[in-house]
């Protein structure tokens, strides 16, 4: 898949929205993995997080996603402007 866009959704909102420019799912081990992800995930009580990175693997539970790694140059910047960098950052 090119131009890879999924939306989470947890009680009635938005929980996380993952991007990426291409993308490829297994569905055996409901894995995806991603070039280039973006991934933005909505607080409760904060604004959210977007995290970048050079390619992410989502691990899929049914319809839900139950963790995502990413890796490569990620970065991790939040409206304030506080920014974290690393090689890897998993969200579960």
Do not use: W
């Not at 993995?33 to 693997?57: Q, T």
């Not at 790694?69 to 910047?77: H, N, R």
């Amino acid at each position: 898949l090119q131009e890879f866009s999924r939306v989470q959704m947890k009680d009635g909102r938005q929980s996380s929205i993952v991007r990426g420019r291409d993308a490829k799912y297994f569905q055996k081990e409901e894995v995806t993995y991603i070039k280039e992800a973006d991934l933005r995930v909505f607080r409760v009580k904060a604004p959210p997080v977007d995290i970048r990175a050079a390619s992410a693997k989502l691990y899929m539970d049914g319809e839900a996603l139950s963790r995502a790694d990413l890796e490569g140059s990620v970065e991790a910047v939040t409206e304030g402007g506080s920014s974290l960098n690393t090689e890897f950052a998993t969200y579960s």
